[in-house]
């Protein structure tokens, strides 16, 4: 014991300190008296790193552009920075003996938390080869999370869209052994992936268990709006516009036809490709209908519209005529043939 006090007091420099520290080899978590450590996290920056859709097995994928294919659930891939910092009383030392506030320690000598996602898939990775210890023996340090969480998204105001998607750091319960984590902050770093911008992030609801980071997701509506929207609205302008064509030949009949075929074909693949649930049924279904109808009015009037150009209202009211009784018909035929008979006499 004496020898070991003459050591630490011969330590005159931060190395020498550190290399005192790194000799006890405290590479298990701190105990305390209820069996639970808290770990402080001062700051999250959350980076969303890909979006992607989770899809129909059966569904061709060639079909339409990957944005719209199955969208009620996806798969959330992000990163998060972590600032940690808890306490290890067996790393503290007495500043009257040695002056020191703060120094190194490289983190593989050092007992780490591991932390992880409650929800999905991740995996930790140092941010710093070392760490910094306090006199106190508060330890601080950074760490990277790459997390992996499938998030179901409302489509009913598809293409704009948006959603939140909850990420849970796991955490342990108070009275259980564990580490128990206390979030602070969360910080958006970058918000620009893909189809999908995230808006912001924030704390959510906390639990004892775990802590909450609620993801807000929008969808980019500038490519559904071009490959969706924007093919319907020149359909039906076409539609319209067709009305400048002649009604003798049938070209303006032929040419509203082929709009009607073609779109149902194309409401055809969307029944194939866009949710059918009710809870995610998007509002654009209500629009394609729509048009669809009015179409095949706009076509049906163009019809009637022809073979009026050709008989004229007599088209109507050779529906109103109503047919001679067979009776009257017959009597008649029976006067006819007696006049003729009387003729010939």
Aim: glycine letters at 4%; proline letters at 6%.
């Amino acid at each position: 014991i004496l020898g070991c006090s003459q050591a630490e007091t011969e330590c005159t420099t931060r190395r020498c300190l550190a290399q005192m520290l790194i000799s006890k080899e405290y590479l298990s978590s701190p105990q305390s008296e209820n069996c639970t450590l808290l770990v402080d996290v001062p700051l999250i920056e959350y980076e969303t790193l890909s979006v992607v859709s989770i899809f129909f097995p059966h569904t061709p994928q060639r079909i339409l552009p990957k944005l719209i294919q199955d969208m009620k659930e996806l798969h959330l891939m992000s990163r998060l920075q972590v600032t940690i910092a808890w306490v290890d009383p067996e790393l503290a030392w007495n500043t009257s003996v040695h002056q020191f506030e703060k120094l190194i320690l490289p983190v593989d000598k050092v007992w780490t938390p591991y932390i992880s996602i409650e929800n999905g898939k991740s995996s930790m990775e140092h941010d710093s080869p070392d760490l910094v210890v306090y006199s106190n023996g508060t330890v601080g340090h950074k760490v990277i999370i790459i997390a992996e969480v499938n998030c179901g998204i409302n489509l009913f105001n598809y293409p704009f869209a948006f959603d939140v998607c909850p990420v849970g750091l796991k955490s342990t319960p108070p009275n259980e052994c564990g580490i128990s984590i206390k979030v602070d902050q969360v910080r958006l770093a970058d918000s620009s992936r893909g189809d999908w911008e995230t808006e912001e992030v924030k704390l959510g609801k906390k639990r004892e268990d775990r802590n909450f980071i609620d993801v807000s997701l929008r969808i980019r509506y500038t490519n559904p709006f071009i490959t969706l929207l924007l093919p319907t609205i020149l359909i039906m302008v076409a539609d319209i516009v067709s009305g400048a064509l002649p009604l003798q030949g049938g070209e303006r009949n032929s040419f509203k036809v082929t709009l009607v075929l073609s779109f149902t074909m194309f409401l055809n693949i969307l029944t194939n490709v866009l949710p059918g649930e009710s809870k995610c049924s998007p509002v654009i279904r209500i629009h394609f209908c729509v048009c669809q109808v009015l179409m095949v009015i706009s076509m049906l009037v163009s019809m009637l519209l022809t073979r009026v150009s050709q008989d004229g209202l007599d088209f109507f009211t050779s529906f109103f005529k109503r047919p001679a009784p067979q009776n009257a018909e017959d009597n008649k035929e029976n006067e006819d043939a007696g006049e003729k008979r009387t003729d010939s006499e």
